[in-house]
């Protein structure tokens, strides 16, 4: 048997902090997607955690840690600059048969209403149409007017009002044609 001798763990830095004020012009060429990493999803948790409703409702970093290793596979990260700006959360099913289900689009605080939003969900519908989707629906809470705005926005519209099986209020059902 032949042993292998591994290194001692190496410290990494932490990630220099974004440049919000020289954000580059064109952002949907600068913003590059992938699939998250093991070390993503501690960004991706702790970005769900200190967002709404997960941050209204108490979950933390630990919380979103374990609901997000189950969408995984689902998971687009969006880095710009090598950092972790956002991410959006697609699956091929959902409420809406037949339609894929946009089930997040999370934005870091200091980047919100700057466009990455939009390219969020140019992502989602980008992975929509590579599952062979047609349609794609989400569910938001009717009281989150901006999201509900931008969404509208983007070709979106309510097709049902449902009760959250998670916090028993209501929400919209939305869909668009992709």
Same mark, same amino acid.
């Given at each position: 048997?032949?042993?292998? !001798? =591994?290194?001692?763990? +190496?410290? +990494? *830095? ?16 600068? =913003? &590059? ?5 093991? %070390?993503?999803?501690?960004? =991706?948790?702790?970005?769900? *955690?200190?967002? %709404?409703?997960? &941050?209204?409702?108490?979950?933390? !970093?630990?919380?979103?840690? @374990?609901?997000?290793?189950?969408? /995984?596979?689902?998971?687009? =990260?969006? /880095?710009?600059?090598? !950092? ?7 699956? $091929?099913?959902?409420? +809406? ?6 089930? #997040?689009?999370? +934005? @870091?605080?200091?980047? $919100?209403? &700057?466009?990455?939003? #939009?390219?969020?969900?140019? !992502?989602?519908? &980008? ?6 989707? @047609? ?8 009281? #989150? ?7 509208? @926005? ?11 099986? /998670?916090?028993?209020?209501? $929400? ?7």
């Amino acid at each position: 048997m032949t042993m292998k !001798q =591994v290194d001692a763990g +190496v410290e +990494v *830095a932490p990630a220099p902090i974004l440049d919000v004020a020289g954000l580059p012009n064109d952002l949907m060429a600068a =913003v &590059k997607f992938g699939l998250p990493t093991d %070390e993503d999803m501690t960004a =991706v948790a702790d970005l769900r *955690a200190g967002s %709404e409703p997960w &941050k209204s409702r108490g979950e933390t !970093q630990e919380d979103s840690l @374990k609901a997000l290793t189950q969408l /995984k596979p689902f998971i687009h =990260v969006a /880095k710009l600059q090598s !950092q972790l700006v956002g991410y959006v959360t697609v699956e $091929r099913d959902g409420p +809406v048969p037949g339609a894929a289900y946009l089930r #997040n689009i999370v +934005v @870091k605080p200091e980047l $919100r209403r &700057k466009g990455l939003g #939009n390219i969020l969900l140019e !992502q989602a519908l &980008k992975a929509a149409r590579d599952m062979y989707r @047609k349609t794609i629906a989400l569910r938001v809470d009717p009281s #989150n007017s901006p999201a509900v705005s931008f969404y509208r @926005k983007e070709g979106f519209t309510t097709v049902a009002t449902v009760v959250s099986k /998670k916090s028993g209020k209501l $929400r919209l059902l939305m869909s668009r044609e992709l």
